[in-house]
């Protein structure tokens, strides 16, 4: 196997879970979450939104807003292949359709926020294994936004145990995340 065979297959096993059952595991996840000291010790939480099955992340924003922390998003700027963070606050409206079909501020709500402010980085992805190496959509947004934020942020992978590989292929440019959340484990990566 390769790393696109393993994306596809895994896109394919993610896109075939029902609904109920996304939100039901990323309810899960978000538990495991709200009780690491990543999470609790964060001031400024990025976030992405969810799309296309992966782990469900409004009730997460919502509630972390709620814990009184600051929570910003990315924008896809897909001319250069960069993210922009801004920081949400309305996640009900503030929000419309951009890049990709992801959930952006809309231009009156972006709120831009430097990236070295971040505490905890929330990662999505299509597969990840236990040294904390993903497999992304293959674009390279995250690899290249990681290398600005500071090097002591916590970077935590939400994943469903279906997105679990024995290897995910890394290149040499690949940033590995600190933990992988899914809705049965909080695994430590070791590298």
């Known amino acids: 196997m390769d790393k696109n065979s393993v994306r596809k297959e895994t896109l394919e096993k993610r896109k075939s879970m029902p609904l109920d059952e996304v939100s039901l595991k990323s309810d899960k996840v978000t538990d495991y979450l709200v009780s690491t000291d990543a999470y609790k010790n964060a001031n400024t939480i990025m976030a992405y939104i969810d799309f296309r099955n992966e782990v469900k992340t409004e009730n997460l924003i919502k509630r972390a807003v709620k814990d009184g922390k600051k929570i910003v998003i990315p924008i896809s ?30 231009k ?32 390279g947004y995250y690899d290249r936004f990681l290398e600005r934020v500071r090097p002591d942020v916590s970077k935590i992978a939400l994943s469903f145990d279906l997105q679990m590989v024995d290897h995910a292929y890394p290149d040499s440019h690949d940033v590995p995340v600190d933990i992988v959340i899914t809705e049965n484990e909080i695994i430590n990566c070791e590298r």
């Open 77 to 106: 700027v897909v001319e250069t292949r960069q993210l922009i963070l801004s920081e949400l606050i309305d996640y009900d409206n503030e929000l419309e359709s951009g890049a990709y079909g992801i959930l952006e501020p809309k």
């Open 108 to 139: 009156e709500f972006i709120r831009e926020t430097d990236p070295k402010l971040v505490d905890l980085v929330l990662i999505p992805g299509v597969a990840f294994d236990k040294k904390g190496f993903r497999i992304g959509y293959g674009a």
